[in-house]
């Protein structure tokens, strides 16, 4: 009892200066918490507004850093992407080199036999700025070479399978079973190192699309195996451009996870930003648009600051459509003319918004 | 002195493994392992840091690869970004990639980061809101914090000592066995949150290494202190034992909350969690519960100890001081890799004290360990910070 009595007080003390202690603390968040709700509208974490920030040249800033980052480099799919657009049959090479690839006959009849030699070839491209796509490709460019002849003529193309799985070249178009390009060896899907002639006549006339048959064809045509065939009307009503464009609309699963990360027209994201496209104010320009985008089932085009006559598939002499967005299934294709009223730097992209953000963007430039 | 012969077996080994390494790296893998694999890339995201109008994030090469970066897309679409040296990152390598995007409040952002090869790594914004910047108005904020939800609960939990000592002796086996109910409980939370948070961080920091490491070294240390102790022979006395019980709970549940606070911390600086008032409140009554373990081994003997009132607002620093901490560092510069080191050494501490005072009962002459008293306690230990859990959802 004793011994109690002495140690009571004790406990009193310890009790009361943790009570104490508590209530100074206590006091402390009061202040603390008063200082900070008084500032609380301008400064607190959660606030939009600080003067430490200058928003209107941030904003700025920010929308001048859309698209991809840096250059690609030379060689990136096989041709120069400027050279690609007014390339067919082979004519941006030299005679000698060109012979190599494209050879023309005339024929008792007046039509051309046009013989083409066309290699499949694994090879590396670069779809975007520092980002390589081991692609599957036709002469080591993607799209392939571009296809042209006019109604009527007679195309023969030699085909060899230098990749390492079976390919073959499917065309749209009127031709004989033995030159369809799908299922055997008899109908011209070849193995590796196997080679085969295709030979057809060029019709209907409009503009058409070849591309790889082996399985699965997604894959395949995904990966590169594809181009543009395009075949002049014999008797041409048409107002005769002055410039003539091949587009190619595709994309590349980079990371292989069924979906397209980057998409384009002719293969690399954003490079007619990069390098826009020259026309001149007024002149007639034709553009050969196809859809060769996997994965996806749309795509579009559309012209800013201009309208187009719209051919679809090309097989017609009168124009469809008068306007200025077209939007295509896959394998689809059209022939567009425009002529630029006004000088300047005009965009054209997909429609589909995503896409255009994720590459498939471009300029013309229309100059006097 | 070790002879000749003894030093041979000692090296041998050594030299043939390194015998062994010129081999292979001179000729070359041997047989099975001589395939052209894939490269196996990995670009880990350790955070975004935001401002208005700029996105910086945080990466590391998780991969054994070399890795270069190309492309970026935010919410998919192409952003350019700026790298502080250059976009090719060596294995364990870190770096920041800021982009100056227009991002909005609160909305959430996808981003793909494109290595050069295509492959892409993912990383998510969930609520995008400024990162907190180091200055008085944060630092006041995150010690409220950690005062709020570390430091007052405890000491508000010590405050029953008065009455928990007042209780009939019989009832001091029942507080030791709700203590360790608690401890119990707390070493599974802290625990379970180390695992966690294991899954979020690089792979190759080997967070099962860091956190076996540090639950291991608090084992070892604090059982390593108290044999000293023992030997000293304090153990005579059993205030000195009551003591050391009080200042070991002290410790692991310190470290145990430092881990709270570094979750608490990093949650609300990016936005995942707004501090409501009910989330704190929820806090403060779940680690009250703290407060009770610590004073419980004192009620026995507390007249023979000298300075008492020193000693427990000591044990309340030691235990509810690290939220602080815990919050600010939690706040200002998140490391995945330090927390699961602190809650492996919180867990490692609160098991060892938890063992420790189990031990002691069951020594005790003439005493089973399990009374209906003590298994009650340790039921009512598990049963309160289970309940007043509920209180922390947010």
New interface residues.
Partial sequence: MKNKMKKTPKIKIALGSLIVLFLILFIAFIVLISDYSEKGATNSPYSKVDSEFDYAKLEATAQMSGGAQGFVGEDAIGINPTEFLTTWNFNNLPTDERSKYYKETRLGDGTLLREYWIYAIDREIEVAPGIFYPAWTYNGQVPGPTIRATEGDTVRIHFINGGTKSHSIHTHGFHTNAMDGVMSQEQGLLLPDESYVYEFKAEPFGTHVYHCHGIPVTEHIARGLHGAYIVDPLKDTRPKPDKEFVMVMNGFDVNFDGENEIYAVNSIAFEYVRNPIKVKQGELVRIYLSNMLEFDAINSFHVHANFFEEYPTGTKLEPDFFTDITVMGQGERSILDMRFKYQGKYMFHAHKTEFAELGWTGFFEVEE | MMNKKMLFTAVFPIFLLFALFFIFTSYGPIGVFKTDLPQVEKIFIERFEL????IYIHIVNDGPEQV?I????VN??????EMFED?IFKPLERGVLK????WV?GDPYRI?I?A?????FDGEIEVA??T?KFNW??F??F??LG??VG??PI??G??W??FL?RLNRRWYYFLLSLTIGLLAFLGFDTLAEAFGLIGEMPQSYNGVGILVLGFFLAILTLSAISHKIKSFGAEKNEHHKSLTWGYFIAIGIGLHNLGEGLAIGSA??I?EI?LGSALVVGFMIHNVTEGIAIVAPLTKN??RIKH??IH??AMGGIAGGPTIIGTLIGGFSYSTALSVFFLAIGAGAIFDVAFDILYSMAKEKGQSLFTITNVLGFFAGLLVIYLTGFLVLG
């Avoid at chain 2, 190309?70 to 897309?73: E, N």
């Avoid at chain 2, 050069?116 to 892409?120: A, E, L, N, R």
């Fill in positions: 401002e208005p109008g700029i270069t190309s492309q970026i897309t998919e679409m192409f952003w350019n970004f976009n982009l100056n995007y227009p409040e793909v494109f050069s090869d295509g492959v892409t809101t400024s907190p108005i944060y006041k904020s010690v409220m005062l709020y430091v007052i000491l508000v010590l405050l000592f008065p000592r609300y600086s936005g707004a507390y007249e008492l009132i427990l607002i």
